[in-house]
């Protein structure tokens, strides 16, 4: 780095760059930059033109040193040409005081307005647009720097559209705008500008401006300073919804390597269950493992042996599943997603090998599936599936072929399920709003409807049964249950209906000795019913309100009459019990969006936090504890020694939680907008928290992390989302809902308007989603829609070598750390179709955790070797 002691000490700038510690150094003003080029190739700095630029005769890896004009203008004349460089002082038209010298590649192929706004923030002036001569004469282009203006040293800037009065100095009138011509100057032009050479007025070019000196231009420089390897690169430019953002390189940074990293994703658990917005998906195999769906992953869980597998087939959220007859495959369907890959389909798979058997539904089905059923009485030979599209069409499949048999539209609004007759293959049944029909498939493929409720209707109908001869059995969303029986003619009437719960009914369950248990959605009862004595009430019980309404109920060892059953809950829980004892929880799932992940400094544990107001604490597979705050949870962060948790919540508290039981310590006021985002330097002693208003509130923490002092704020006014703490703790840097990166001074508490100024700064973690070091996290190209790709969440090892990526389609992305260029490669997964909220890695950096999507899914990955 150049020393701040001489006036006239120079900077290279292709991205100019300012400290605030400079302010009030030696020389004029006491204002340097920090080297940075537009001019250097092959790790040699190439000369400024004419009789003006860097040493001669020094060894290659060196830069001269500048130590006066003078020396600069007594430069060999035969040592550069003048076209690739100049040399000139730069000073801010409200504040003489504030100047610099710069070496400019004339070359550059960056816009010349570019060009002055990078010259302005070297002098700490926002929105320079203007440069004028001392004799108040424009400069427009980097020709006129080449041609007229080739011999003047000193330019003035300016942020305004005409240069004031007395800007230049005393007694210097800025001329009054007229056409510019070269030929033309008359009497205005500076007797320095009449005695220019013909050569030094050649006209430039009109090929492009290259980035670099030619080879013939090089010149190899030495002095007592190291060679900088400041600006090997220009700055990065990404475009973020149509906006470019441009970001400066640091003065040091790791080599960059585009390669894909070494390690690979690979699916380690899936904790929650998704009840909160589904319908029946919660099984019993052979095996005893339970089956059900998070996200895009179908997950079997091993209890007795405290294990999963995970079929992972699916690129986007599953809608509905079924399992055949043999229970030994299972039939899912998922959503569509925005590209080709990611097309509404269904997917016939082994729960053994957990391999795909056969996949059909492609460009057939429109914006999902909405229920999928196999054929009984043949053995499951057949599957029908109902499109989420507008037509709602039902269709046929004789699966093990591809073949489609039939398909009609049913242009029935709120389709919620569909199903086989169990003793006709060809009689299909499909309800819902104001929704209950049969229809018959004839051979020719064509289908004959009879609705049994009639349009228009009220009644909501959420499930269907069957008793053993075939009568159907429905619930609704009143808490009736209806069974229709058949008559001689074939015609179905209502045999009998009684009200069985309080509102909505969520699932029926029918057992082998003629017991039927529903599910109350609302009334989280669950009730049993003696088929055989004209539906007498055995029996009842409620659940408790943690636990949620009932979303599916199915037997622990079907075939069994034991009475034990496992529910799934409308809040994202699995409970296993019987209607004779209490229910135990088996898993745990938080009850709305998951936005909030902190990871243990030294501990491979770590705590989430919702919208169900809860906060968990986990170690790996295993729930430590729940605590309800009586808050929704959008941050977290763990304090420096792993005693202390600190929560934001969305109405603007903080709340510091004992992270050994669980415990709430304390609850702060901070402001009346959610925090979006809580992190404590490196040494623990104060803690930042960054809100929806745009401003950083920032508290002194005692040792233990569990007192806190305000000590003020500063104030923004663009809401943050993400925060990250200087190494030194002398800075914050913000990201934006627009995704600016901010930056913040600490101690003077305002914001730091000049991201050069920053470049160098070493920041403690990599929470921000954008930056010159993850700049090719954006608009890469091996993207399937790189333009239109979000990232939402970034974190990055402790070794600084990789760094994980989430965006809002549910992508979650590795790649080497630096990633700066938008070919950098990457390994890949895809589980959630909603945005993925958070991701951090574990203490140790074998595992990362990920959470997000529309069902609060919480998931644990391992890094494994390729």
Same mark, same amino acid.
């Given at each position: 780095?150049?020393?701040?002691?001489?006036?006239?000490?120079?900077?290279?700038?292709?991205?100019?760059?300012?400290?605030?510690?400079?302010?009030?150094?030696?020389?004029?003003?006491?204002?340097?930059?920090?080297?940075?080029?537009?001019?250097?190739?092959?790790?040699?700095?190439?000369?400024?033109?004419?009789?003006?630029?860097?040493?001669?005769?020094?060894?290659?890896?060196?830069?001269?040193?500048?130590?006066?004009?003078?020396?600069?203008?007594?430069?060999?004349?035969?040592?550069?040409?003048?076209?690739?460089?100049?040399?000139?002082?730069?000073?801010?038209?409200?504040?003489?005081?504030?100047?610099?010298?710069?070496?400019?590649?004339?070359?550059?192929?960056?816009?010349?307005?570019?060009?002055?706004?990078? +010259?302005?923030?070297?002098?700490?002036?926002?929105?320079?647009?203007?440069?004028?001569?001392?004799?108040?004469?424009?400069?427009?282009?980097?020709?006129?720097?080449?041609?007229?203006?080739?011999?003047?040293?000193?330019?003035?800037?300016?942020?305004?559209?005409? +240069?004031?009065?007395?800007? +230049?100095?005393?007694?210097? #009138?800025?001329?009054?705008?007229?056409?510019?011509?070269?030929?033309?100057?008359?009497?205005?032009?500076?007797?320095?500008?009449?005695?220019?050479?013909?050569?030094?007025?050649?006209?430039?070019?009109?090929?492009?401006?290259?980035?670099?000196?030619?080879?013939?231009?090089?010149?190899? &420089?030495?002095?007592?300073?190291?060679?900088?390897?400041?600006?090997?690169?220009?700055?990065?430019?990404?475009?973020?919804?149509?906006?470019?953002?441009?970001?400066?390189?640091?003065?040091?940074?790791?080599?960059?390597?585009?390669?894909?990293?070494?390690?690979?994703?690979?699916?380690?658990?899936?904790?929650?269950?998704?009840?909160?917005?589904?319908?029946?998906?919660?099984?019993?195999?052979?095996?005893?493992?339970?089956?059900?769906?998070?996200?895009?992953?179908?997950?079997?869980?091993?209890?007795?042996?405290?294990?999963?597998?995970?079929?992972?087939?699916?690129?986007?959220?599953?809608?509905?599943?079924?399992?055949?007859?043999?229970?030994?495959?299972?039939?899912?369907?998922?959503? &569509?997603?925005?590209?080709?890959?990611?097309?509404?389909?269904?997917?016939?798979?082994?729960?053994?090998?957990?391999?795909?058997?056969?996949? !059909?539904?492609?460009?057939?089905?429109?914006?999902?599936?909405?229920?999928?059923? !196999?054929?009984? =009485?043949?053995?499951?030979?057949?599957?029908?599936?109902?499109?989420?599209?507008?037509?709602?069409?039902?269709?046929? @499949?004789?699966?093990?072929?591809?073949?489609?048999?039939?398909?009609?539209?049913? =242009?029935?609004?709120?389709?919620?399920?569909?199903?086989?007759?169990?003793?006709?293959?060809?009689?299909?049944?499909?309800?819902?709003?104001?929704?209950?029909?049969?229809?018959?498939?004839?051979?020719?493929?064509?289908?004959?409807?009879?609705?049994?409720?009639?349009?228009?209707?009220?009644?909501?109908?959420?499930?269907?049964?069957?008793?053993?001869?075939?009568?159907?059995?429905?619930?609704?969303?009143?808490?009736?249950?209806?069974?229709?029986?058949?008559?001689?003619?074939?015609?179905?009437?209502?045999?009998?209906?009684?009200?069985?719960?309080?509102?909505?009914?969520?699932?029926?369950?029918?057992?082998?000795? *003629?017991?039927?248990?529903? $599910?109350?959605?609302?009334?989280?009862?669950?009730?049993?019913?003696?088929?055989?004595?004209?539906?007498?009430?055995?029996?009842?019980?409620?659940?408790?309100?943690?636990?949620?309404?009932?979303?599916? #109920?199915?037997?622990?060892?079907?075939?069994?009459?034991?009475?034990?059953?496992?529910? $799934?809950?409308?809040?994202?829980?699995?409970?296993?019990?019987?209607?004779?004892?209490?229910?135990?929880?088996?898993?745990? *799932?938080?009850?709305?969006?998951?936005?909030?992940?902190?990871?243990?400094?030294?501990?491979?544990?770590?705590?989430?936090?919702?919208?169900?107001?809860?906060?968990?604490?986990?170690?790996?597979?295993?729930?430590?504890?729940? /605590?309800?705050?009586?808050?929704?949870?959008?941050?977290?962060? !763990?304090?420096?020694?792993?005693?202390?948790?600190?929560?934001?919540?969305?109405?603007?508290?903080?709340?510091?939680?004992?992270?050994?039981?669980?415990? /709430?310590?304390?609850?702060?006021?901070?402001?009346?907008?959610?925090?979006?985002?809580?992190?404590?330097?490196?040494?623990?002693?104060?803690?930042?928290?960054?809100?929806?208003?745009?401003?950083?509130?920032?508290?002194?923490?005692?040792?233990?992390?569990?007192?806190?002092?305000?000590?003020?704020?500063?104030?923004?006014?663009?809401?943050?989302?993400?925060?990250?703490?200087?190494?030194?703790?002398?800075?914050?840097?913000?990201? /934006?809902?627009?995704?600016?990166?901010?930056?913040?001074?600490?101690?003077?508490?305002?914001?730091?308007?000049?991201?050069?100024?920053?470049?160098?700064?070493?920041?403690?973690?990599?929470?921000?989603?954008?930056?010159?070091?993850?700049?090719?996290? @954006?608009?890469?190209?091996?993207?399937?829609?790189?333009?239109?790709?979000?990232?939402?969440?970034?974190?990055?090892?402790?070794?600084?070598?990789?760094?994980?990526?989430?965006?809002?389609?549910?992508? +979650?992305?590795?790649?080497?750390?630096?990633?700066?260029?938008?070919? &950098?490669?990457?390994?890949?997964?895809?589980?959630?179709?909603? /945005?993925?909220?958070?991701?951090?890695?574990?203490?140790?950096?074998?595992?990362?955790?990920?959470?997000?999507?529309?069902?609060?899914?919480?998931?644990?990955?391992?890094?494994?070797?390729?």
């Amino acid at each position: 780095m150049f020393d701040s002691e001489e006036e006239s000490a120079f900077v290279i700038l292709t991205a100019p760059m300012y400290h605030p510690h400079h302010y009030g150094g030696g020389g004029i003003g006491g204002i340097y930059s920090q080297p940075a080029s537009y001019g250097k190739k092959n790790g040699v700095w190439y000369a400024s033109p004419g009789n003006q630029g860097w040493g001669s005769g020094a060894a290659p890896g060196r830069l001269g040193r500048k130590p006066s004009v003078t020396e600069v203008d007594n430069m060999p004349s035969g040592s550069l040409k003048p076209s690739a460089g100049r040399v000139i002082r730069i000073i801010n038209s409200h504040d003489h005081s504030v100047q610099c010298r710069v070496l400019l590649n004339l070359r550059t192929s960056q816009p010349f307005e570019e060009v002055l706004e990078d +010259l302005g923030q070297v002098l700490k002036m926002i929105g320079a647009k203007k440069m004028y001569t001392s004799n108040g004469q424009e400069v427009r282009s980097f020709s006129q720097l080449r041609n007229e203006f080739a011999e003047v040293e000193t330019f003035y800037l300016s942020n305004t559209p005409s +240069l004031p009065v007395g800007a +230049l100095g005393p007694g210097v #009138i800025p001329p009054s705008p007229g056409r510019r011509s070269r030929s033309r100057l008359g009497g205005s032009v500076p007797d320095d500008l009449s005695k220019t050479t013909a050569r030094q007025r050649a006209r430039s070019k009109s090929r492009p401006r290259v980035l670099y000196a030619p080879e013939n231009e090089l010149v190899r &420089a030495s002095s007592d300073y190291p060679l900088l390897d400041a600006m090997k690169e220009e700055p990065t430019r990404i475009t973020i919804r149509g906006l470019r953002r441009t970001f400066y390189p640091p003065l040091h940074h790791p080599p960059i390597d585009n390669a894909p990293p070494d390690k690979k994703l690979s699916l380690f658990w899936v904790h929650g269950y998704r009840g909160i917005d589904s319908k029946r998906n919660l099984w019993v195999l052979p095996s005893g493992e339970l089956l059900y769906y998070v996200a895009a992953v179908a997950v079997l869980y091993d209890r007795e042996e405290d294990a999963q597998r995970h079929y992972t087939g699916h690129t986007e959220d599953i809608m509905c599943m079924e399992v055949h007859p043999s229970r030994e495959l299972v039939g899912s369907g998922q959503r &569509a997603g925005r590209d080709r890959k990611s097309q509404a389909h269904v997917r016939i798979w082994s729960t053994e090998s957990l391999q795909t058997l056969y996949v !059909f539904g492609m460009g057939e089905l429109d914006s999902g599936v909405i229920a999928v059923a !196999f054929s009984q =009485l043949n053995g499951g030979s057949y599957i029908l599936a109902v499109d989420a599209g507008r037509e709602s069409i039902l269709s046929v @499949w004789q699966w093990q072929w591809g073949h489609l048999l039939g398909k009609v539209a049913t =242009l029935q609004e709120g389709i919620w399920g569909a199903t086989f007759h169990p003793l006709d293959d060809n009689l299909l049944i499909t309800h819902g709003r104001g929704h209950l029909a049969f229809w018959h498939r004839r051979k020719d493929g064509f289908f004959e409807k009879t609705d049994i409720i009639k349009p228009p209707s009220r009644t909501f109908v959420t499930c269907v049964q069957f008793e053993p001869d075939g009568d159907v059995i429905t619930a609704d969303s009143d808490g009736f249950i209806t069974i229709y029986s058949v008559d001689a003619d074939g015609a179905y009437f209502v045999r009998m209906e009684f009200e069985a719960h309080n509102k909505a009914i969520s699932c029926l369950v029918m057992l082998s000795e *003629g017991t039927l248990i529903s $599910g109350g959605e609302k009334d989280r009862k669950i009730a049993a019913w003696d088929s055989l004595q004209n539906y007498k009430r055995i029996t009842d019980i409620k659940l408790p309100e943690s636990a949620g309404g009932v979303r599916s #109920i199915y037997p622990q060892r079907p075939g069994r009459n034991d009475g034990n059953i496992y529910v $799934g809950t409308t809040r994202n829980n699995i409970l296993e019990g019987s209607l004779q004892r209490r229910f135990n929880q088996v898993i745990f *799932g938080h009850g709305k969006h998951l936005w909030a992940l902190a990871a243990h400094p030294d501990d491979e544990v770590f705590a989430t936090g919702g919208h169900d107001k809860y906060v968990a604490l986990w170690r790996r597979q295993k729930l430590i504890w729940t /605590t309800s705050v009586g808050y929704e949870i959008i941050a977290l962060a !763990f304090h420096p020694y792993g005693a202390a948790l600190a929560a934001g919540s969305s109405e603007g508290h903080l709340i510091v939680i004992n992270a050994e039981n669980g415990a /709430t310590m304390l609850t702060i006021r901070v402001c009346g907008s959610p925090l979006n985002a809580v992190e404590f330097n490196q040494v623990g002693d104060m803690i930042a928290i960054g809100s929806q208003n745009g401003s950083i509130y920032l508290f002194r923490v005692s040792r233990d992390g569990f007192s806190y002092k305000k000590i003020n704020k500063i104030r923004g006014s663009q809401p943050l989302t993400h925060l990250d703490w200087s190494s030194e703790g002398n800075f914050l840097q913000s990201v /934006t809902v627009d995704f600016d990166l901010l930056f913040w001074d600490v101690k003077s508490l305002s914001p730091e308007k000049s991201p050069i100024a920053m470049k160098d700064v070493k920041w403690l973690t990599s929470n921000s989603t954008v930056g010159f070091l993850v700049a090719g996290l @954006w608009n890469n190209r091996y993207y399937p829609s790189p333009s239109n790709t979000i990232i939402t969440t970034t974190a990055r090892t402790a070794a600084q070598d990789l760094v994980a990526a989430g965006d809002a389609d549910g992508y +979650l992305r590795l790649f080497r750390y630096p990633c700066i260029t938008p070919r &950098a490669e990457f390994t890949e997964a895809k589980v959630y179709s909603g /945005t993925l909220a958070c991701v951090k890695f574990l203490y140790g950096n074998h595992s990362l955790v990920t959470v997000g999507g529309t069902d609060a899914s919480l998931m644990i990955w391992e890094l494994t070797e390729e």
